[in-house]
């Protein structure tokens, strides 16, 4: 589902029937709190529906399929 998608489907269950660029601009704010309490805290949690953090992971090692060289990815 990609972000306009999200807003027609946020605006036809909003009790007030936004326009769909309301509805964007509504996602774009809640999208851009989240990004700053991430920022701040490290993490958002929401009550039974989950947590946005950011994970750090090691890098893979994959091997090209034609040369056989290792690379970090």
């Known amino acids: ?3 306009r998608d999200m807003a027609k489907l ?3 269950m909003s009790p007030d029937r936004l326009s769909i660029i309301k509805a964007e601009d509504e996602i774009n704010e ?3 709190t989240v990004k700053e309490g991430i ?3 490290g993490e958002v949690r929401f009550h039974k529906r989950g947590i946005f953090e950011i994970l750090a992971r090691k890098p893979r090692v994959v091997a090209n ?3 056989r060289e ?3 990815q």
């Open 65 to 67: 399929p034609v040369t």
């Open 30 to 32: 809640f999208l851009e």
């Open 70 to 72: 290792q690379i970090k």
């Open 39 to 41: 920022a701040i805290d």
């Open 10 to 12: 946020y605006s036809e």
């Open 1 to 3: 589902m990609n972000k």
